[in-house]
T-cell receptor
Framework: QKEVEQNSGPLSVPEGAIASLNCTYS??????FFWYRQYSGKSPELIMS????GDKEDGRFTAQLNKASQYVSLLIRDSQPSDSATYLC??????????????FGKGTMLLVSP | SQTIHQWPATLVQPVGSPLSLECTVE??????LYWYRQAAGRGLQLLFY??????ISSEVPQNLSASRPQDRQFILSSKKLLLSDSGFYLC?????????????FGNGTRLTVT
């Protein structure tokens, strides 16, 4: 069973701090990695995609990928109370049918206190 | 631009009753379509995916079924609901033949089986 693992949290940070969210995956063949944000009672919303080793920055968000260590992370700089949500890590998988699907971690709950 | 619609938003059904959830995508042709379920306190579980009309792949054996009667329509059904079918059902899409693209989710249907 190919797995995506995340700490469930909650991760509590004060407003203005850097929040660091981590994810590991088991399938060495995975090529694309995504972070989704999910507010309580809502559907997941894509916030970052990363495909190559290294860092990718988009505004206050930075995604980091290390394929050798099978590790993906998301940094949120200058955290705001509105960032309080569950963050889902997703990794593409190729089942026997040959078509790509996404496997999700269970998510890390982030709480940003004013 | 592409949009995805899911309905109903909420549903309360008794055990043993049938189920039909519908999802449609606008603004694209021959999308890959997905049904996920998120049970309380659990991660997103892939239920079904489809790469074309009439083509359905099941990831988890259960009392649910899926159909794709039209290019941009995806339906999730059950003949007799179980208590364990309660959860948040999410339809998602991505462009045809886009191996590394992320999924885009609808707003979801919250199903409570009583």
């Amino acid at each position: 069973q190919k797995e995506v693992e995340q700490n469930s949290g909650p991760l509590s940070v004060p407003e203005g701090a850097i929040a660091s969210l981590n994810c590991t995956y088991s399938d060495r063949g995975s090529q694309s990695f995504f972070w989704y944000r999910q507010y309580s009672g809502k559907s997941p919303e894509l916030i970052m995609s990363i495909y190559s080793n290294g860092d990718k920055e988009d505004g206050r968000f930075t995604a980091q990928l290390n394929k050798a260590s099978q590790y993906v992370s998301l940094l949120i700089r200058d955290s705001q109370p509105s960032d309080s949500a569950t963050y889902l890590c997703a990794v593409n998988q190729v089942p026997n049918s040959g078509y790509s699907t996404l496997t999700f971690g269970k998510g890390t709950m982030l709480l940003v206190s004013p | 631009s592409q949009t995805i619609h899911q309905w109903p938003a909420t549903l309360v059904q008794p055990v043993g009753s049938p189920l039909s959830l519908e999802c449609t995508v606008e603004g694209t042709s021959n999308p890959n379509l997905y049904w996920y379920r998120q049970a309380a306190g659990r991660g997103l579980q892939l239920l079904f995916y489809s790469v074309g009309i009439g083509q359905i792949s099941s990831e988890v054996p259960q009392n649910l079924s899926a159909s794709r009667p039209q290019d941009r329509q995806f339906i999730l059904s059950s003949k007799k609901l179980l208590l364990s079918d309660s959860g948040f059902y999410l339809c998602a899409w991505k462009p045809e033949s886009s191996y590394n693209s992320p999924l885009h989710f609808g707003n979801g249907t919250r199903l409570t089986v009583t």
